[in-house]
């Protein structure tokens, strides 16, 4: 699963930590969200999500071998 969070971020002008601090986790949790290396629960993608105004579907995409 891929994701546009750093993108999101950028265009709201926000750091790792000012969006982990909004959903409740560590900077190091949305780090390795970003960099593919974790999938996020749904409660946690949800979270994110709203944070951005977006559908979740907008931040995260499943790739084809998903």
Known sequence: ??????VERAIKNITQADLAGRVG???QTINTIESN?????TVLALKIARVFGKPLEY???LE???
């Open 37 to 41: 290396k974790y999938v996020p629960s």
């Open 59 to 61: 931040i995260f995409m």
């Open 25 to 27: 986790v560590s900077r």
């Open 1 to 6: 699963m891929k994701n546009n969070i750093r």
């Open 64 to 66: 084809d071998g998903d």
